[in-house]
């Protein structure tokens, strides 16, 4: 694939930088289950809180699935299940949608995609799944950072045209290491210091160190924007802009956080060469499959 003019350069530069967003937070053209003061409040903020989204019943199946899965993975080598750093705690297990049938299912469920379709304006398809598992004790940060500006270094996706979906499986409250989110830092991109090195994937799910945020760079944003800290029942969903900063703490608590994660990206964003690195990240991590998912208007 030929590459193309870079409008979010990240990790070339000898210096941070902060590059305005180019692109649209909610696109126009799709209707969907989102109200027009979610609508603006998500534009705004860059991220939607839905507390107890899906009821008990169907929250208990799927956190059940989450702890079949976490087991029947516990000896695995394969490479999409990722382990704490100097332990044999799974930390994250990749590609859900495409290895499991009920979250193949939920993937397809219009309350995630169809939102992330009227958000996006277009049809999507999933450019990656995953189920993070954060133990009580044990459970690692995953520090700050924008997902986009990994997606397009490593991934080749070019625009900001892209939202993620995390379903909580179980309670997500101050304790056990909940998502922060930057409120609109979304509409900033932060083109970040250090070369990519070679099949930097293989650290970066572990700990992430390159494509973050300097120490300054965060202070900043946080000054501008605060911090928020979206808690609730395990069920609620947090929607989230695709450039928006966002980290968790460690889990040192004894309540162990499981979410489900989506990201959907329209498919008038498919990924083209990588703007960083020459090869572009496994297909477990960058999805090449562009199947759509949302039902169709």
């Known amino acids: 694939m030929d590459r193309m003019v870079d409008i979010y350069p990240s990790r070339i530069y000898d210096r941070p930088r902060l590059i305005d967003r180019q692109d649209p937070v909610v696109y126009p053209g799709r209707s969907g289950p989102l109200t027009a003061d979610q609508l603006a409040f998500f534009e705004e903020n860059g991220y939607l809180f839905l507390p107890a989204f899906f009821d008990e019943e169907e929250t208990a199946r799927l956190v059940d699935e989450v702890n079949r899965l976490c087991r029947e993975k516990a000896g695995s080598t394969e490479p999409e299940v990722i382990r704490e750093a100097g332990g044999d705690d799974v930390r994250s297990i990749f590609a859900i949608h495409q290895s499991d049938p009920v979250f193949a299912s939920l993937c397809r469920d219009d309350r995630l995609a169809g939102v992330s379709a009227q958000i996006l304006g277009s049809d999507v398809y999933v450019h990656q799944s995953r189920i993070n598992y954060k133990p009580g004790f044990r459970g690692k940060e995953f520090y700050w950072h924008s997902d986009f500006e990994t997606w397009h270094v490593e991934d080749g996706l070019p625009r900001m045209r892209t939202v993620s979906c995390s379903l909580a499986l179980s309670e997500n409250n101050p304790f056990n290491g909940p998502l922060m989110v930057v409120p609109g830092s979304h509409k900033t991109y932060v083109s970040c210091v250090g070369a990519t090195p070679e099949q930097n994937y293989t650290q970066s799910l572990v700990r992430q160190e390159v494509g973050v945020p300097d120490d300054e760079t965060m202070t900043e944003l946080v000054r ?5 800290q979206p808690t609730g029942p395990a069920g609620s969903v947090l929607i989230f802009d695709c450039n928006v900063i966002h980290g968790s703490g460690s889990n040192i608590s004894p ?10 990206n329209s498919v008038e964003n498919l990924p083209v060469a990588p703007f960083g690195p020459e090869t572009p990240r496994p297909g477990f ?3 090449r499959d562009f199947t759509v998912v949302n039902r169709q208007p």
């Open 224 to 228: 501008r924007h605060g911090l928020v």
């Open 285 to 287: 991590l960058g999805s």
């Open 255 to 264: 309540y162990p956080r499981s979410n489900a994660f989506f990201v959907y």
